[in-house]
C-alpha cells in the first residue's frame, strides 16, 4: 500500500491581485521521484515554497507527513529543499556547510558525501563565495543527496553544472534511491536529460496543474513516427498531430494516442521507426501550442 506524503486541496497563493497556484490538487506517494515540470513563471519554486512552509498559502488545504509544514518541526526536519540559487552564511566554506548538515538531517550520511565531494571534485576548503557557479551548485545537490530526507526537492538544482557533473547526479540519485527510497520532487528545464528519471510528471502551466501522471502511461500516450517524408506523411495522414520535425526527405511526425496492431504492422511495411513520445516533446506541446504550430509550419514551408 502507498503512503500519500504530501496532500495538497484547492492550494491558492496569491501575490496582490496576481494568483501564482490557483486552487491546485496535489498528491505525492512515499518512494517516488516526481518530475515538477512547465514553462519559466509556470510556478513549480513557489509549489515547492508552499509544500516546504517557506510561504504561506492564501487559500485551500495542505498535509505533509499528515501535518501542516509550517507549524511542526518534525515535519520540517524530514523535508530539505534545494533551490536554484542556495544561499549559505558568508564566510562558510562547503566543509562547514556538510559539517552543520546532520544538525538539520537526521537521515545524513557523512560517508556518501564525501564520496560525493570526491565525484564532483569540490574544493571544500575554499569559502563559498569564491567557488564557480557549478562548484556552487554541486554544494547543494551533495546536500540534497545525502540528507537523504524523507520528502526531498531539487529545484532547478544544477546551475552551471557541467554535463559530467549533471549525469553524476542522476546516477547517484538512482543509486542511491533504489538503496534508501524516499520521495524526490525534481523540477527542471532539462527534461530530456531528466525523463528516464522519472517516475511521475506534474506539469503546470500558469498556476495550475496540466498534467498529473505516470511517466510511462505519459511516454506511452504518443508515438514518434520516422523515416522517408512521405511514408511518415501517409501514416500520420488524419491524426491528431503534436509535433513535427525534420530534414530534406526525412521526417519525424509525433501523433497522439496510442497505436494498435495493425498500425504497427503498417509502419513497418512502409519502413518506418515508432518510438515513445520524448518527455520535452510533449511538454513542448502542451505548454506551447504557438509555437509548436509556428515550427510545424516553419518545417512544412
Ligand atoms: N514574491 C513574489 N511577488 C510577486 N510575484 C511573484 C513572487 N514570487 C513569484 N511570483 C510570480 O509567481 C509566478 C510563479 O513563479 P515561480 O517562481 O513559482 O515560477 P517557476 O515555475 O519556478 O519559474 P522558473 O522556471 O522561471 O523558475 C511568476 O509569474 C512570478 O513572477
Redesign the pocket.
Known sequence: MTTTVVRARGLTKR??S?T?IDGIDLSLEEGRIYGLL??????????MQLLTGQIFANGGELEVFGRQPAEHADVLRRMCFIA?AQRYPEDFTPAHVFRAAPWFFEHWDAEFAERLIADFRLPVKRRIKKLSRGQLSAVGVIVGLASRAPLTFF??PYLGLDAVARHIFYDRLLEDYAAHPRTVVL?T?LIDEVANLLEHVIL?DQ?RILLDRDAEEVRGSATTVAGARAAVEQFVAGRPVIGREGIGGLASVTVDGRLDHDERVRAAELGLELAPVSLQQLIVHLTGAELAESTEKEVAA
Open positions: 501575490y496582490g496576481f501564482a512547465g514553462r519559466n513563471g509556470a510556478g513549480k519554486t513557489t509549489v536554484e529545484d532547478e523540477s528545464h503546470i498556476g
